[in-house]
């Protein structure tokens, strides 16, 4: 379930190096990769089959290019964390298969002090400007649009869909099937399946119409929908609700994710609606 089909963009029938791109020694380039004009890549870059650099792309670092993805001109990838902390250390970014990077995009390494490691998963769509920082971890068919800043250390879950224009702060957490609105400001954790909007964000329902596009079961979104209505009630404490909860829809298995998401916590708190200000104490 959530599964969706991708055709992969129609690609040039160029294949090989622009005489103007410099590609290091040392670099890997998988069969059929395209370098347009004026790009630049690094030693110790690897990039996988049909990989295509439209123009004007800079690649360094050890990063990691997945088979098909096509990167738009003036996107810098892999270049030094937007972090003081950083000294030198050798971290890597990952980059799945089947993306789509567009222009200006930015995506760092990751850092000593959160695993060495930034990681995107596959079929994955970055529009104009989106910054992925350091540290950062990123599911599979996750849409950033223009101008999204992904602060270091967070983890987007899969099918994440986030609005023109949204920041999240370093280290939250977004679960699967997610959807942030454009301009949001989110500062805490937003749960599996839920729609967070405004500044600072605030947890606005479940979305809908994500789970609607991606096939979910009428029952199934009904029965998400009476127990977020049970979660965010006013009587209690989180902690207390989310027991609640879960002893209910036990036999729920999205639910059941909501229920983990929240116990596994993190840095941040959990993004609520207005009206809920509790703890999870």
Known sequence: MGEISHTAPPRRTLTGVHPSAVVEAGATLGAGVAIGPFCHVGADVVLGDNVE???HVAIAGRTSVGA?????????????????????????????????????????????????????????????????AHDVHVGDNVILSNNVMIAGHCRLGSFVIVGGGAAMHQFVRIGHHAFVGGMAAVENDVIPYGMAL????????????????????????????????????????????????????????????????????????????????????
């Not at 964390?81 to 050798?90: A, C, M, N, S, V």
């Not at 989310?242 to 298995?253: I, K, L, R």
């Open 53 to 55: 650099l439209l123009s």
């Open 68 to 132: 098909r993805t096509r990167i738009f001109p003036f996107a810098s990838i892999g270049h030094e964390p937007q972090d003081l902390k950083f000294h030198g250390e050798e971290s890597t970014l990952s980059i799945g298969e089947d993306c789509t990077i567009r222009e200006g995009v930015t995506m760092n390494p990751g850092t000593e002090g959160g695993g060495l490691a930034t990681i995107v998963g596959n079929r994955c769509t970055f529009l104009a400007n989106s910054h992925v």
């Open 198 to 281: 405004g500044n600072r964000a605030h947890l606005a329902g479940l979305n809908l119409v994500g789970l609607k596009r991606r096939g979910f079961s009428r029952e199934s979104i009904h029965e998400l929908r009476r127990a977020y209505r049970l979660l965010f009630a006013q009587e209690g404490t989180l902690k207390e609700r989310v027991e609640d909860v879960s002893g209910e829809f036990s036999a729920h298995p999205q639910v059941q994710e909501i229920m983990d998401f929240i116990r596994e916590g993190g840095d941040r708190a959990i993004c609520t609606p207005r009206e809920v200000r509790d703890s999870a104490a």
